[in-house]
């Protein structure tokens, strides 16, 4: 495992093809993932990392069974999630899912917790979205317990009590999941992170690299406030989103209708306004990197990169042509380039075994 | 000599010239006749496709995010929209809808509008000003409507012409500005802390980053997790 972990991480949409007017069936696009997360392992990426969604057009509705199913299928590939949903899951269900996923998956799991951006999800669950920063703050805490205590007791806001309750199975070797907070603007979630001394990853996409700027700065400060490490050993991942060709005008060429019709921000701002002010980028591979490498000029030496390869309808060999180009072109430049001056004391991405010393800092200074 | 007051002028009108524009640039000029200020003028015309784009991706361009800054840091505010269909016009509205929740909240805002004939006055008091109290906003006890006979005729018997509401709402908005500031210095020593601290930054911002956004209000997290156990 490098230093800066390179994956892909995915929306998991049923998207008609604007080009041919064609959506996959729900199977088809299931299946897609599972082959997208496969190849993502095949050309030397990192991690693969799913959404959590309870409404169409999107099918990844229960991670763990896709994550446990891609686990049986690779061997080396990080799983994770992205986001998994704090406020509306019960926590004692995540941390009994994920600790059986880790399990199988003999360690090679972490998930990022998220809040979800679909409001009736959480009348659906049993939940008042008006109560979600207080809801993933609890839960939380909570499922931080559960993984490092044996026999909880517990009363809260949100969920009914537990008395002497054991979650099942223990983490794997003691060591619970890497936790990564996710989070587009709201500076509790850094805060929350920065507290646990957990991984922050700010899903920069779709906002303007200022806002980022000052999020991460936040979530460094304070990870050092807690007594964690200094500014720069905290754990950050950022989000990417690329279509290449060899030929850059073959990039916006083929990318233009897609972009342009794109769930999120179709009809809006040009893809070259859009490209100026985001991370998007369309182009050759040589864009993608010069691109990519202004990312640590701006949040400093981070520890996790994953690119949104397969949304807004583009055909399945499509992406697969792009994990192609990102594994053998893009990411053997970008582990080079991101190594070279590199301080000793920042930390290497996550992994099992190291999240150990992680997990035990953060129960010391949670008390 | 106090400070100049941070005035904004946003006005809504699409026509070129506006008389939207020359009815904001009139109530600029009246406040300013009662108290200093430095006014800054935000023409919603020339924002219009950064409006749209921000309520499809949720951010603003920077242009918006200059014009969105300099409205929520305003000590106070001057908004003028033409009557369109008997409300504020949809490109007014949209630019208040992506303003971030709270950035109004304690500012004293002077509400006007333009219209073809007096009839649609009243949008002043049931369309902007429920508006604004909603965003919280401190609105000026006189509103100002000009319909277009307004720019040619005096004072009809038992009212006042149109320069003379100018003159009184200035008045009022002025007074208005400076009791708010001079509040809040009274009470906590420091000027304007009735909004959110824009430019002062929060703790992920040493440097003084200008507008320093979401960073501001942070709640430490002991604070947050006290709050669930009480």
């Given at each position: 495992m490098s230093t800066v972990q390179f994956g892909i991480f995915t929306v998991?949409?049923?998207?008609?093809?604007?080009?041919?007017?064609?959506?996959?069936?729900?199977?088809?696009?299931?299946?897609?993932?599972?082959?997208?997360?496969?190849?993502?392992?095949?050309?030397g990426l990192d991690v693969f990392a799913t959404g959590e969604h309870h409404n169409p057009p999107f099918v990844p509705s229960s991670p763990t069974t896709l994550l446990g199913y891609v686990a049986a299928r690779t061997?080396?590939?990080?799983?994770?999630?992205?986001?998994?949903?704090?406020?509306?899951?019960?926590?004692?269900?995540?941390?009994?899912?994920?600790?059986?996923?880790?399990?199988?998956?003999?360690?090679?799991?972490?998930?990022?917790?998220?809040?979800?951006?679909?409001?009736?999800?959480?009348?659906?669950?049993?939940?008042?979205?008006?109560?979600?920063?207080?809801?993933?703050?609890?839960?939380?805490?909570?499922?931080?317990?559960?993984?490092?205590?044996?026999?909880?007791?517990?009363?809260?806001?949100?969920?009914?009590?537990?008395?002497?309750?054991?979650?099942?199975?223990?983490?794997?070797?003691?060591?619970?999941?890497?936790?990564?907070?996710?989070?587009?603007?709201?500076?509790?979630?850094?805060?929350?992170?920065?507290?646990?001394?957990?991984?922050?990853?700010?899903?920069?996409?779709?906002?303007?690299?200022?806002?980022?700027?000052?999020?991460?700065?936040?979530?460094?400060?304070?990870?050092?406030?807690?007594?964690?490490?200094?500014?720069?050993?905290?754990?950050?991942?950022?989000?990417?989103?690329?279509?290449?060709?060899?030929?850059?005008?073959?990039?916006?060429?083929?990318?233009?209708?897609?972009?342009?019709?794109?769930?999120?921000?179709?009809?809006?701002?040009s893809l070259e306004e859009f490209t100026e002010q985001t991370p998007l980028t369309v182009g050759s591979p040589q864009e993608v990197i010069e691109k990519t490498l202004t990312f640590r000029e701006s949040f400093g030496d981070y520890q996790r990169q994953l690119f949104l390869m397969d949304h807004a309808g583009l055909p399945l060999k499509t992406v697969l042509e792009q994990l192609d180009l990102l594994g053998e072109e893009v990411v053997p430049v970008l582990r080079r380039e991101f190594a070279a001056g590199r301080p000793a004391h920042v930390p290497d991405g996550p992994v099992h075994g190291a999240s150990l010393r992680t997990g035990a800092r953060a129960a010391a200074t949670a008390g | 000599m106090a400070q100049p007051l941070d005035l904004v002028v946003v006005t809504a009108g699409l026509g070129q010239p506006s008389s939207t524009r020359l009815l904001a640039d009139r109530l600029a000029a009246a406040t300013a006749r009662h108290a200093p200020a430095e006014v800054r003028t935000v023409e919603l015309r020339g924002l219009a496709t950064a409006v749209a784009h921000h309520l499809l991706t949720g951010f603003p361009g920077a242009e918006l995010r200059d014009a969105l800054d300099a409205v929520a840091g305003a000590d106070a505010l001057i908004v003028v929209t033409p009557v369109f269909s008997g409300s504020y016009s949809g490109l007014f509205k949209s630019f208040f809808d992506v303003l971030e929740p709270g950035a109004l909240t304690g500012t004293p805002v002077l509400l006007a509008a333009t219209g073809g004939t007096a009839r649609h006055s009243l949008v002043l008091e049931h369309a902007l000003r429920p508006l604004f109290a909603y965003l919280r906003a401190l609105t000026a006890p006189t509103a100002v409507y000009a319909a277009t006979e307004d720019w040619g005729t005096g004072a009809a018997a038992g009212t006042e012409a149109l320069a003379e509401r100018v003159e009184r709402a200035g008045r009022e908005l002025a007074g208005l500005a400076e009791a708010v500031r001079g509040r809040t210095r009274a009470v906590t020593g420091q000027a304007y802390p009735v909004r959110a601290a824009d430019g002062q930054g929060g703790p992920g911002a040493p440097g003084g980053v200008p507008d320093a956004g979401p960073v501001d209000g942070l709640v430490p997290f002991e604070e947050q997790l006290a709050a669930l156990r009480a």
């Open positions: 998991g949409d049923v998207t008609t093809d604007p080009t041919t007017g064609r959506a996959p069936t729900e199977h088809e696009r299931v299946k897609a993932m599972v082959t997208i997360a496969r190849k993502a392992e095949e050309v061997e080396r590939l990080l799983l994770s999630t992205s986001t998994t949903l704090i406020t509306t899951n019960d926590p004692v269900k995540i941390a009994e899912d994920f600790a059986m996923l880790q399990h199988l998956a003999d360690g090679r799991v972490d998930l990022m917790l998220g809040r979800g951006n679909t409001g009736p999800v959480y009348p659906w669950f049993g939940k008042d979205i008006r109560q979600g920063i207080p809801l993933a703050v609890e839960n939380y805490a909570l499922l931080h317990r559960l993984w490092r205590e044996e026999s909880v007791d517990w009363a809260g806001r949100f969920r009914t009590p537990l008395q002497g309750f054991t979650a099942t199975p223990r983490p794997l070797d003691g060591a619970p999941p890497f936790v990564w907070h996710g989070s587009i603007r709201s500076p509790e979630i850094a805060e929350q992170a920065a507290y646990y001394g957990d991984g922050f990853f700010a899903n920069n996409i779709f906002w303007p690299r200022d806002h980022f700027v000052r999020l991460i700065r936040l979530y460094r400060d304070r990870y050092a406030h807690y007594g964690h490490g200094d500014p720069e050993q905290a754990v950050v991942g950022l989000g990417g989103q690329v279509f290449m060709r060899r030929n850059s005008q073959d990039a916006v060429r083929e990318f233009r209708p897609y972009f342009d019709n794109a769930p999120v921000y179709g009809h809006g701002p | -």
